[in-house]
């Protein structure tokens, strides 16, 4: 419990800082990008047209980095509806093959009984795409991607998203500080070390709760384990039964 606070100030701490600065910061950055473009494309020494193009290319890491930094700050807010997770999935299947890559494989293994969750859909997708990413990361020789919804909950109030992966895996170490904003053991410019702590920010704030099992070797299931949604619709199919009989 203790540690879950620590965490909580961090992330509160993050998201103040980031707040205020991220904003600012991407102004600013933005300028420099511009003017080191222009530099880059109009420098006649080859010298000086590398150094631009080395400043170029470090200004635009800052600026992917706050752009980063902005998304995590803005998680402060939800808006939460009730969302199908199975639809999300299907309806993110084509981005997230864009993304990954044909060397990696994607299954899905959706479970049609799965309730409708408390979610914010939006962001819920960047979450989503953000574990897609750190399993593409863990697979540089390819793999297998499975996404399942599941709803084994003895008690029908949680509903299951999982992410896995048969990439390399993860060490106790590195699993134990996966959540900390800014951990990444990603080279410099390849990883924030947000992704995770923005997963986890997210589905906290959604009710939720995330969970990491990962093997060396062998891969890593990351699960989302979400609200059921009460208030609004069960099933897509009751969904689509209410709302047809007139009661939605
Ligand atoms: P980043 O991806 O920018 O490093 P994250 O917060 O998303 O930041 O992840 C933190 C660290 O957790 C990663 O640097 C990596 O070491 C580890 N990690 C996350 N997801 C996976 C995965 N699917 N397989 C192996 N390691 C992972």
Redesign the pocket.
């Known amino acids: 419990a203790e540690s879950e606070l620590l965490q909580a100030q961090k992330m509160e701490a993050v998201g103040q800082l980031t707040g205020g600065l991220a904003h600012d910061f991407n102004n600013l950055l933005t300028a420099v990008v511009g003017n080191l473009d222009l530099i880059r494309a109009r420098a006649t020494e080859p010298r000086i047209t590398r150094l631009a193009e080395n400043a170029f290319k470090a200004a635009e890491r800052g600026s992917k980095l706050t752009a980063q930094l902005l998304a995590f700050s803005r998680t402060q807010k939800l808006a939460t509806e009730s969302v199908d997770l199975n639809r999300l999935i299907m309806n993110a299947s084509e981005l997230l093959n864009t993304s990954l890559g044909a060397s990696i494989s994607i299954k899905t293994e959706l479970d049609a009984r799965a309730p409708f969750v408390v979610a914010d859909y939006n962001q819920l997708e960047v979450s989503l795409l953000?574990l897609a990413i750190?399993?593409r990361?863990?697979m540089p020789d390819g793999g297998t991607l499975t996404i399942t919804t599941a709803c084994d909950d003895p008690d029908n109030r949680r509903v299951m998203l999982s992410v896995a992966?048969t990439?390399?895996?993860?060490p106790p170490d590195?699993i134990a500080r996966?959540f900390d904003p800014f951990?990444?053991?990603?080279p410099p410019g390849k990883?924030?070390?947000?992704?995770?702590?923005q997963v986890y920010g997210l589905v906290r704030q959604m009710g939720g709760d995330v969970d990491i099992k990962?093997e060396v070797g062998k891969g890593?299931l990351?699960q989302l384990s979400l609200r059921r949604s009460i208030a609004g619709t069960e099933t897509a199919a009751e969904a689509q039964a209410a709302a047809e009989s007139g009661h939605a």
């Open positions: 953000n750190n399993a990361d863990a992966d990439g390399k895996g993860m590195v996966a951990f990444t053991t990603k990883g924030t070390g947000l992704g995770l702590s990962s890593t990351v």
